[in-house]
Protein backbone atom coordinates (compact mmCIF):
# COMPACT_ATOMS: atom_id res chain seq x y z
CA UNK A 1 0.00 0.00 0.00
CA UNK A 2 1.93 3.02 -0.71
CA UNK A 3 2.25 5.90 2.02
CA UNK A 4 0.13 9.10 2.20
CA UNK A 5 3.29 11.79 1.78
CA UNK A 6 1.56 14.72 2.66
CA UNK A 7 0.10 12.42 6.31
CA UNK A 8 3.86 11.75 6.42
CA UNK A 9 5.46 15.51 6.05
CA UNK A 10 2.36 16.50 8.46
CA UNK A 11 3.39 14.41 10.93
CA UNK A 12 7.31 15.13 10.68
CA UNK A 13 6.74 18.77 10.80
CA UNK A 14 4.28 17.89 13.78
CA UNK A 15 7.15 15.90 15.90
CA UNK A 16 10.24 15.02 13.49
CA UNK A 17 11.81 12.45 15.93
CA UNK A 18 8.78 10.15 16.32
CA UNK A 19 7.93 10.58 12.45
CA UNK A 20 11.48 9.52 12.07
CA UNK A 21 11.15 6.73 14.22
CA UNK A 22 8.12 5.55 12.58
CA UNK A 23 9.88 5.51 9.50
CA UNK A 24 13.22 3.86 10.37
CA UNK A 25 13.64 2.39 13.57
CA UNK A 26 14.59 3.42 17.23
CA UNK A 27 18.47 2.98 16.56
CA UNK A 28 18.10 5.60 13.46
CA UNK A 29 15.97 8.22 15.24
CA UNK A 30 18.57 8.17 18.25
CA UNK A 31 21.07 9.04 15.86
CA UNK A 32 19.25 11.84 14.18
CA UNK A 33 19.12 13.34 18.07
CA UNK A 34 22.35 13.90 17.80
CA UNK A 35 21.63 16.72 15.27
CA UNK A 36 21.14 20.16 16.27
CA UNK A 37 17.43 19.97 17.03
CA UNK A 38 16.27 23.01 14.70
CA UNK A 39 17.76 20.35 11.70
CA UNK A 40 15.57 17.56 12.99
CA UNK A 41 13.03 18.59 10.18
CA UNK A 42 15.00 18.95 6.96
CA UNK A 43 16.54 15.66 7.37
CA UNK A 44 13.91 14.25 7.92
CA UNK A 45 11.72 15.44 5.12
CA UNK A 46 14.85 14.90 3.20
CA UNK A 47 15.17 11.42 4.07
CA UNK A 48 11.49 10.19 3.91
CA UNK A 49 10.22 12.10 1.01
CA UNK A 50 13.33 13.47 -0.70
CA UNK A 51 12.21 16.73 -0.06
CA UNK A 52 15.71 19.09 -1.22
CA UNK A 53 17.00 20.83 1.91
CA UNK A 54 18.85 24.39 2.20
CA UNK A 55 22.45 24.78 0.97
CA UNK A 56 23.95 23.74 4.04
CA UNK A 57 22.40 20.71 4.31
CA UNK A 58 22.51 19.88 0.62
CA UNK A 59 26.18 20.42 1.25
CA UNK A 60 26.63 18.46 4.25
CA UNK A 61 24.84 15.43 2.63
CA UNK A 62 27.02 15.77 -0.44
CA UNK A 63 30.06 15.57 1.22
CA UNK A 64 31.11 19.12 0.16
CA UNK A 65 32.99 20.64 3.58
CA UNK A 66 33.81 24.52 1.98
CA UNK A 67 29.92 24.98 0.86
CA UNK A 68 29.11 23.52 4.29
CA UNK A 69 31.38 25.93 6.47
CA UNK A 70 30.01 29.05 3.67
CA UNK A 71 26.33 27.82 4.92
CA UNK A 72 26.56 27.64 7.99
CA UNK A 73 25.04 29.31 11.13
CA UNK A 74 26.84 29.46 14.75
CA UNK A 75 25.32 26.56 16.00
CA UNK A 76 25.40 24.19 12.35
CA UNK A 77 29.24 25.11 12.71
CA UNK A 78 29.60 24.37 16.08
CA UNK A 79 27.98 21.15 15.94
CA UNK A 80 28.84 19.97 12.35
CA UNK A 81 30.49 17.00 13.72
CA UNK A 82 27.43 15.77 15.79
CA UNK A 83 25.26 16.40 12.26
CA UNK A 84 27.58 14.69 10.42
CA UNK A 85 27.53 11.54 13.20
CA UNK A 86 23.82 11.84 12.67
CA UNK A 87 23.70 11.36 9.24
CA UNK A 88 26.79 9.10 9.44
CA UNK A 89 24.31 6.65 11.35
CA UNK A 90 21.21 7.79 11.14
CA UNK A 91 20.27 7.72 7.65
CA UNK A 92 19.97 4.79 4.56
CA UNK A 93 23.55 5.15 2.84
CA UNK A 94 21.32 5.66 -0.31
CA UNK A 95 20.64 8.66 0.90
CA UNK A 96 24.12 11.02 1.21
CA UNK A 97 27.72 10.86 -0.29
CA UNK A 98 27.54 12.97 -3.16
CA UNK A 99 26.36 15.61 -5.37
CA UNK A 100 25.14 12.52 -7.86
CA UNK A 101 23.63 10.23 -4.88
CA UNK A 102 21.49 13.34 -3.12
CA UNK A 103 19.91 14.18 -6.82
CA UNK A 104 18.83 10.63 -6.98
CA UNK A 105 17.66 10.04 -3.51
CA UNK A 106 15.70 13.64 -4.07
CA UNK A 107 14.26 12.50 -7.42
CA UNK A 108 13.45 8.77 -6.15
CA UNK A 109 11.30 10.59 -3.64
CA UNK A 110 13.38 9.65 -0.28
CA UNK A 111 12.16 6.51 1.58
CA UNK A 112 8.62 7.10 0.57
CA UNK A 113 8.97 7.12 -3.69
CA UNK A 114 6.98 9.40 -5.65
CA UNK A 115 3.98 8.28 -7.87
CA UNK A 116 5.28 8.16 -11.45
CA UNK A 117 3.58 10.99 -12.08
CA UNK A 118 5.02 13.06 -9.02
CA UNK A 119 8.53 11.70 -10.07
CA UNK A 120 8.10 13.39 -14.09
CA UNK A 121 6.97 16.86 -12.00
CA UNK A 122 10.03 16.79 -9.98
CA UNK A 123 12.24 16.20 -12.88
CA UNK A 124 10.72 19.26 -14.37
CA UNK A 125 10.75 21.48 -11.97
Given at each position: ??????????????????????????RH???????????H?????????????????????????????????????????????????????????????????????????????????????
Open positions: MPHDRAATAAAIRANPLAAYRTLLDDAEALRRAPEHMEAIALYVALGVVPGAFLSAVLQNDLCRAVAHADETNMARLRDLVAAIWNGAPAAAWGSPNTVATWVERGGLLPRAPEEAEEARSA
